[in-house]
């Protein structure tokens, strides 16, 4: 590892060194903007899923909750109210900072960030601006071997929703997010495009999702974004930065900051200065408007908060924490490939595994990849993988539902797996049986649904029953039968299919074909 | 400061000295009773009730006891809760008792001081049991208890930034006469040097009203409480413009005042040189305390006792008696400077009581106050309960039992 100071910033910079070195990396040369290059750094702030908020008991609200009803005193900032830290909250965003390879603080504190606006019920947001939770980390993009480094972590409050009735002219306050926690991930200014931003963005929210600190769902309002962007002549130093405030989705994210481009390269252009502003968006026109300039921006007076004693974090409380939290993505991907599964299995359980819903206050979902590894403990992983990926989730699929709407347990797909790797039941009767279960819904295990379907397959000493099968198929498909006979050895496998279609699946498919062959030879 | 801000109007002094004794209630001098707790105290020395509690920031409780001749303790902070207590200077509130005799004062305290969750800033009880235990055998030695107990374990520290020239040369005569009786029973009376008080009083005000103009940012009439409604045809999308007439009609000139102050100090320009500098002088305060002790401070994590130090201090609790309600000593900057001699108790979070110390030339009452290293309040009482005992046989003394009867009779015949 390889450190060395940016020249343009007084941090030190640890860079891997397999990786790209960040401030001289080759400009991009991008058709769209010739001559010019891009500089986009981006604040997250994304909704701890804790149960309760950061300083209150109150539970956090989930959206379409009634308003103003997951609200304590203080979340209201009634007189007389004290804050008490949350310490699931310290953990999730212990977690997160882990994942992002950032050094949690041994000791950090918390500010308040005063301004006035009726969506702060006290006046201020306690923060920690000065003595984040974590300084520094990286997240490695999906593509392009490009590394973004973190500046911060820290904890804050989020603020109360406030709604605007154009009808009436008011403002509706809505107290129940007022307090919940939040986590702010400060970027460095390390990306060069709206397509390396959008995949910061999905890189980080996959990583939050899979730790269980946040849903990161930026249209449900979990996961909120600040871009800056600023523009310069290649080997020249950054330009001034504009922020752009209240994006909704990764798509409007990427139009806005191409738009913002545009509009400060015609600027410098033109001969004129980028005023450095605070800018929203606005989607029907696709462009950005100014919010405010740097003059108007109101100055926060922080004042460390005289409540809150600083946290002390140890060595040993970050390495529980380093053990108990869930796997990371590059990790998972790593462990399904030592099993043995194939690069597109591991992908298909991976995608699958991601949609999992995120437990609260960090608690491991059940998920694919979850589900996965508990069928295959003692089975092998392959047999495994295939009856998930391709029956269960095919079978899911032509209902028209996903992983999550799965009714069948572990126990149940593990005994019906075990119970056709035994030759009980044919690989037939295996389907048909999952299917049966999907369909009912039911609970029971796959051995007692076998026999209540009459679905045993039957022994291989049977072979009277098998006879009987294959000369009724012969009878009934005279024509395939000559076929065969004439040494038309494909048409078989019809013979073979209406065999398993009169023994309902019984029949060992091999067995049947052997049979066949015999009595049709003679 | 004085108490003449509230909205009732200011608090009178109940207070009646002996020249006054025939004259009726209308007609006597008023005089402050002290502020900010000056209701709580004047409620205390009219003998309307045993105790009152008051919150102290920087003297509100000791400075009323004082010109009121009553008990008034503010304790070590964190002992007592302030959940419920609207807040101030979060890291200077302490819930403060006042009271006719040091008994009822610690009858209320001992049922009040215990840990609590809800406080983020409590005292857990390990620290409250660690600071228990470092004067334990001191109180042991003292046996307070006997009416000439034996003090010569007891080292009183006088503090000499403690007398300066504006303070009333009979307190200091009254003063005098306690440390008098003190050292007949033996303690020994040291004096120490706090170098940092002359810029406690300066802080205290940067840090108070900074910390008040954070506290305050809450009252804006959208939650809860009075709201005034901006006139018709404000621009309402700027929040400050509909708060401003909520926060100006609720919030009296004083406070309007103090929030003003606090919210300079905490501006970018200013932060360095008032905030944080203020802070540093904090800092100083809370090491003068520390080295002038011999008992260790419980909340540090290694806090070396200084062999030579003293194991309390005593020194006047104001630079002059109440002062009358319609003079100069009511307005400009007088009212601050009253608090000089209890603000760096406060800034260091020290235990401090103030107790009836006979009278000055004028005939009111001068207070004296005991200070404590953190967590020693059991020891400052004790000795304050010495201190009540042995002034029992003061003549220029008014008991307050005889006070209240002729204040009773009076208002009968009148």
Excluded at chain 1, 312 to 327: A, D, H
Excluded at chain 2, 122 to 142: D, H, M, N, Y
Excluded at chain 2, 206 to 212: L, N
Aim: glycine share 8%; aromatic share 6%.
């Amino acid at each position: 590892m390889l450190i060395r100071r940016c020249p343009w910033r007084s941090v030190q910079l640890h860079q891997l060194w397999r990786l790209r070195q960040i401030h001289t990396r080759e400009p991009i040369h991008d058709k769209r903007w010739p001559g010019w290059e891009v500089v986009v750094g981006i604040e997250v702030h994304a909704q701890i899923k804790s149960r309760r908020k950061l300083f209150s008991e109150s539970f956090t609200s989930r959206p379409g909750e009634i308003p103003n009803t997951t609200v304590s005193p203080y979340d209201a900032a009634f007189p007389g109210t004290l804050p008490t830290l949350n310490p699931k909250c310290v953990e999730l965003a212990v977690r997160t900072a882990l994942a992002l390879n950032s050094e949690v603080q041994f000791r950090s504190a918390f500010d308040r960030k005063h301004y006035f606006y009726s969506d702060l019920p006290a006046g201020y947001q306690i923060t920690q601006r000065y003595s984040p939770l974590a300084n520094g980390g990286y997240l490695k993009l999906s593509r392009g071997n490009v590394a973004v480094g973190i500046t911060q972590i820290q904890l804050e409050q989020d603020t109360a929703k406030s709604t605007f009735d154009g009808l009436r002219r008011t403002s509706l306050i809505d107290l129940n997010r007022a307090g919940s926690g939040l986590m702010e991930i400060v970027s460095e200014p390390d990306m060069r495009s709206p397509e390396e931003a959008a995949d910061y963005v999905r890189t980080l929210q996959a990583v939050l999702r899979a730790v269980g600190s946040s849903d990161g769902n930026m249209e449900q309002g979990s996961f909120r974004c600040d871009v800056n962007v600023s523009v310069n002549r290649p080997g020249e130093p950054h330009g001034t930065r504009c922020e752009i405030k209240n994006l909704n989705s990764v798509r409007f994210m990427m139009v806005a900051i191409t738009s913002e481009v545009f509009r400060h390269i015609e600027l410098l252009e033109s001969g004129c200065l980028v005023p450095q502003e605070t800018r929203g968006f606005d989607e029907d026109k696709a462009e950005t408007f100014k919010l405010r300039s740097k003059e108007d921006s109101p100055d926060y007076r922080y004042m460390p908060d005289p409540n809150l004693p600083p946290l002390l974090i140890s060595e040993e409380y970050i390495e529980v924490i380093r053990k108990t939290m869930p796997e990371l993505p590059d990790a998972t991907r790593a462990r399904l490939l030592n099993l043995g599964l194939s690069e597109r299995d591991a992908d298909v359980l991976m995608t699958v595994d991601s949609g999992r819903e995120v437990g609260f206050d960090g608690e491991l979902g059940k998920g694919a990849v979850a589900y996965f590894d508990a069928l295959a403990q003692h089975r092998d992983p392959k047999v495994v993988v295939n009856w998930m990926t391709h029956e269960l989730l095919g079978q899911l699929t032509v209902r028209k539902e996903t992983f999550s709407d799965n009714p069948i347990s572990v126990a149940q797909l593990g005994e019906l797996m075990d119970l056709v790797q035994d030759g009980k039941i044919t690989g037939t009767s295996g389907k048909s049986l999952l299917k049966h279960i999907i369909t009912n819904r039911s609970s029971a295990p796959p051995s007692v649904l076998a026999q209540e379907l009459s679905l045993e397959a039957i022994s291989g000493n049977d072979t009277a029953t098998l006879q009987t099968w294959c000369a009724e198929t012969i009878e009934a498909l005279p024509e395939e039968a000559e076929a065969v006979r004439r040494g038309n050895p494909r048409v078989l496998n019809k013979l073979v299919g209406k065999v398993m279609q009169l023994s309902r699946g019984r029949a060992n498919a091999q067995n049947a074909r052997v049979v066949l062959n015999d009595i049709l030879r003679r | 400061s004085l108490n003449v801000n509230s909205v009732h109007g200011p608090v009178v002094n109940p207070y009646r000295t002996l020249n006054e004794k025939l004259i009726p209630w209308a007609k006597r001098e008023r005089r402050s009773a002290g502020g900010s707790s000056g209701g709580s105290a004047a409620a205390v020395a009219a003998g309307m009730c045993d105790a009152a509690l008051g919150t102290d920031t920087g003297g509100s409780v000791r400075l009323p006891a004082s010109y009121c001749g009553i008990t008034g303790l503010k304790p070590s902070y964190g002992l007592i809760s302030r959940w419920g207590v609207v807040s101030f200077a979060d890291s200077l509130d302490c819930v403060g008792v006042l009271g006719k005799s040091i008994d009822t004062v610690k009858i209320v305290f001992d049922s009040i001081s215990s840990y609590d969750p809800k406080d983020p800033t409590a005292a857990t009880p390990c620290i409250r049991g660690k600071a228990q235990a470092s004067v334990e055998a001191l109180i042991s030695a003292l046996d307070t208890n006997t009416s000439k107990p034996d003090l010569s374990a007891l080292r009183i520290g006088i503090p000499q930034e403690y007398f300066p020239t504006e303070l009333d040369t009979t307190i200091v005569t009254a003063v005098r006469k306690v440390l008098k009786r003190l050292s007949s029973l033996g303690a020994q009376l040291i004096p120490v040097s706090l170098p940092s008080t002359p810029y406690a009083l300066s802080a205290y005000y940067v840090i108070a009203s900074a910390e008040a103009s954070s506290n305050l940012a809450r009252y804006d009439g959208v939650q809860y409480g009075t709201r005034s409604p901006p006139l018709p045809g404000t621009d309402k999308s700027k929040p400050s413009n509909v708060y401003a007439h909520t926060r100006s009609a609720g919030f009296g000139a004083e406070v309007q005042k103090r929030i003003l102050l606090g919210t300079y100090a905490l501006t970018a320009d200013a932060f360095d040189n008032y905030f944080l500098q203020a802070q540093r002088v904090r800092q100083l305060v809370k090491s003068d305390f520390d080295s002038a002790f011999r008992v260790p401070n419980a909340r540090l994590s290694s806090s070396p006792p200084n062999a030579d130090g003293v194991d309390i201090l005593l020194h006047p609790s104001a630079i002059r008696t109440a002062p009358p309600l319609d003079s100069d000593a009511t307005s400009g900057l007088d009212p601050y400077l009253q608090d000089v001699m209890t603000v760096p108790a406060s800034l260091a979070g020290l235990p401090a009581l103030s107790l009836p110390a006979g009278s000055a030339a004028d005939g009111w009452p001068v207070g004296i106050s005991i200070v404590g290293q953190w967590g020693s309040d059991e020891l400052v009482l004790r000795i304050g309960k010495v201190i009540q005992r042995t002034a029992d046989t003061d003549d220029s003394y008014v008991p307050l039992e005889e006070l209240a009867q002729s204040l009773y009779l009076l208002e009968h015949i009148a």
